[in-house]
C-alpha cells in the first residue's frame, strides 16, 4: 500500500502563487511515477503534471509556463504561479505503482477574481 496526503491548497487571487504538496509513505519503492491531476465541479479530472522516478517531468499544455512540477518519488511539489480562475479546482496527487494507482485526499485551490 501507498498513501499520499496533499498540503498547500486554499484561496489566492488571480495573478498569485500556491505551493502544493504531495508527501508519500508506505511502499514508496513500487512507485514508478507521481502525477497531479485536478477536477473542478461538474468536470472530469484532468491530467496536470508527471514525475517519474527517473526524474523525468511534464506538465500540461493548459499550465505549461506557469506550473512546476519538482521533488522527488516521496516528496513531490507543484509550484503554481499566476493563477488564473481557471484553475480552481480539487487538486489530487496520484501514485503510479505496481499494479495499481494510488490517490490522496485531495486539496481545494480557489482563484478568485
Known amino acids: 500500500q501507498v498513501q499520499l496526503v496533499e498540503s498547500g491548497g486554499g484561496l489566492v487571487q488571480a495573478g498569485g502563487s500556491l505551493t502544493l504538496s504531495c508527501a508519500a509513505s508506505?511502499?514508496?519503492?513500487?512507485?514508478?511515477?507521481m502525477r497531479w491531476y485536478r477536477q473542478a465541479p461538474g468536470e472530469e479530472r484532468d491530467f496536470v503534471a508527471r514525475?517519474?522516478?527517473?526524474?523525468v517531468t511534464n506538465v500540461a499544455d493548459s499550465v505549461k509556463g506557469r506550473f512546476t512540477i519538482s521533488g522527488n518519488i516521496d516528496h513531490m511539489y507543484l509550484q503554481m504561479n499566476s493563477l488564473k480562475p481557471e484553475d480552481t479546482a480539487v487538486y489530487y496527487c496520484n501514485a503510479f505503482a505496481t499494479g495499481q494507482d494510488y490517490w490522496g485526499q485531495g486539496t481545494q485551490v480557489t482563484v478568485s477574481s
Open positions: 514525475m517519474t522516478r527517473d526524474g
Open positions: 508506505g511502499r514508496v519503492f513500487s512507485i514508478y511515477a
